[in-house]
T-cell receptor, first 114, second 110 residues
C-alpha cells in the first residue's frame, strides 16, 4: 500500500470562493483519482489525474469547476471552484500502485460551504 | 440498472453470528473486484480483493460468481469491531477506474 496525506483535512468556506485540496503520496504511483462522497452516499469518481496531461473527467464533472493538477507521480491537487452549498462533501484522493487495480484512499477533506 | 448494486441494510446481527453480503454488477466484462470497509467519518480501507478462486482472510471470505454477476462477502464469528459499512468495488468493463456500490451497513450487537 502507500501512505497518503491530504490537506486540508476540513474547511468551511463561503459560497463563491475556491478551495484547493492537496494529495501527497509517499511513493510514486501509476494512477491518482479524485472522488466525492456526499453525506450518506457512496463514492463518486470526479476524475483521473494524469501526470503531465489534462485530467480525465467523468460525466457530470467539468474542468472549469474542478481543475486538477498532477505535476509529478506523488502529488496532485483538486480545486473546487466558485463553491455553492451543494459542493459540501468529503473529497478523497486515491492511488493505484503498479499493475494492481487496488486503490488506496487518503483520509479525505471535509468541505462545508455556507 | 445501476452498474454496481448493494443492499444498504442495516444488517443487525448478534456478536458471534455469521453474516453475508452480496454485490451485483451489470457489466460482464468486469475483471477486478474488491471489498472495502468504511468506518463512520473515515476513508474506505481495502478489506480484500476478490479472485475467481475466492479469497479467505481469517474470518472473512470473498467469492465471485461470474455466471450470476455478483460477489459476496462472508463474515464469520462477528465482532463488535466489525460494525461498519462495507463497500464493493468493480472495475466495470475492465477499465482503469473503480465503480463503487452504495455500501451495506453492518451493526454487530451484544
Amino acid at each position: 500500500s502507500a501512505v497518503i496525506s491530504q490537506k486540508p483535512s476540513r474547511d468551511i468556506c463561503q459560497r463563491g470562493t475556491s478551495l484547493t485540496i492537496q494529495c501527497q503520496v509517499d511513493s510514486q504511483v501509476t494512477m491518482m483519482f479524485w472522488y466525492r462522497q456526499q453525506p450518506g452516499q457512496s463514492l463518486t469518481l470526479i476524475a483521473t489525474a494524469n501526470q503531465g496531461s489534462e485530467a480525465t473527467y467523468e460525466s457530470g464533472f467539468v474542468i472549469d469547476k474542478f481543475p486538477i493538477s498532477r505535476p509529478n507521480l506523488t502529488f496532485s491537487t483538486l480545486t473546487v471552484s466558485n463553491m455553492s452549498p451543494e459542493d459540501s462533501s468529503i473529497y478523497l484522493c486515491s492511488v493505484r500502485i503498479a499493475d494492481s487495480y487496488e486503490q488506496y484512499f487518503g483520509p479525505g477533506t471535509r468541505l462545508t460551504v455556507t | 440498472r445501476k452498474e454496481v448494486e448493494q443492499d444498504p441494510g442495516p444488517f443487525n446481527v448478534p456478536e458471534g453470528a455469521t453474516v453475508a453480503f452480496n454485490c451485483t454488477y451489470s457489466n460482464s466484462a468486469s475483471q477486478s473486484f474488491f471489498w472495502y470497509r468504511q468506518d463512520c467519518r473515515k476513508e474506505p480501507k481495502l478489506l480484500m480483493s476478490v479472485y475467481s478462486s475466492g479469497n479467505e482472510d481469517g474470518r472473512f471470505t470473498a467469492q465471485l460468481n461470474r455466471a450470476s454477476q455478483y460477489i459476496s462477502l462472508l463474515i464469520r464469528d462477528s465482532k463488535l469491531s466489525d460494525s461498519a459499512t462495507y463497500l464493493c468495488a468493480v472495475n466495470a468493463g475492465g477499465g482503469n477506474k473503480l465503480t463503487f456500490g452504495t455500501g451495506t451497513q453492518l451493526k454487530v450487537e451484544l
